[in-house]
């Protein structure tokens, strides 16, 4: 079998075997289903969007997680993805981002967005975070608590990762800034250290406005959780005999929905300024 069939087969055997052998067995294969079937990555998706396995789809995840950690940039024939493939790849994942409701599919998922972008901004991927600031301003537009709880973590990991190292920054700051032309700001020969200048300089650019949408998202959430430590006080003080039992599941969920975007977005700001600081 080959094509689509093939790789949801051979994907169906993975999450099916029986003992360690087996499975062992069943990767080899699947590797070799992926050295052979064109636009690999492409159909693992096409996949995962139309299943609802959980199971089959957390796998999925998992391995397209190490697939693209070792072979986005591979430019040897057996793994190679096009950029016409990448493109494709960078709008699904988005795409899931937005719509995906399980907290054990999103961390993988996360991770995924979070190593591409380390490798493609802001040469391929330069929108990524217009493009997460619009996911989490739909998110709130359509109240899916999931969906901006998973983009906000999104933009945090993809922040944390693009960072380059104090050294990487250093060397960045030697150039002169103060020369008459933008192009008479060479950077670095090398090329990765070329790639990292670039990044660097992307993120700059944007720091004023991520410090900001930041702060934005901590004080909004901020304030509506001092709102319902409140109505938690009021409730203490005249007791909860006559409150519900499902309005009280509803405090506790969105104590624990407000708390943890508060802590992303306190993490992103602090992240932000502590890591752009000269």
Known sequence: KGGAEGVYTAFVQCIT????QSRKVTLQHLDHVAQNTSNFVSILLSILVQQNDQNLRFFILSYLKNYVSIHWLNTLSLYKITPTEKQYVRQTLLQLLSSIS??????????IISTIAKKDYPLHWNLLLQQLKSLYDSSLSSNSKLSTLFT??????VLKNLFVSSSSRSKFLSFDFNSTSPASISPPSNSTSNFKFLRFSAILESTS????FSSQIFVENFKVLKQIIQEIVNIEK???????????TSIRDEIVYRGSVVNFALKMFSNLIRKSSF
């Open 17 to 20: 075997a029986s003992d360690n």
């Open 238 to 248: 005249v007791g909860n005999n006559n409150v519900s039992n499902s309005h009280i």
């Open 209 to 212: 406005d991520l410090l900001l």
């Open 102 to 111: 399980s907290p054990l599919l999103a961390t993988p998922l996360i991770s």
């Open 152 to 157: 906000i973590q999104s933009f945090h990991d």
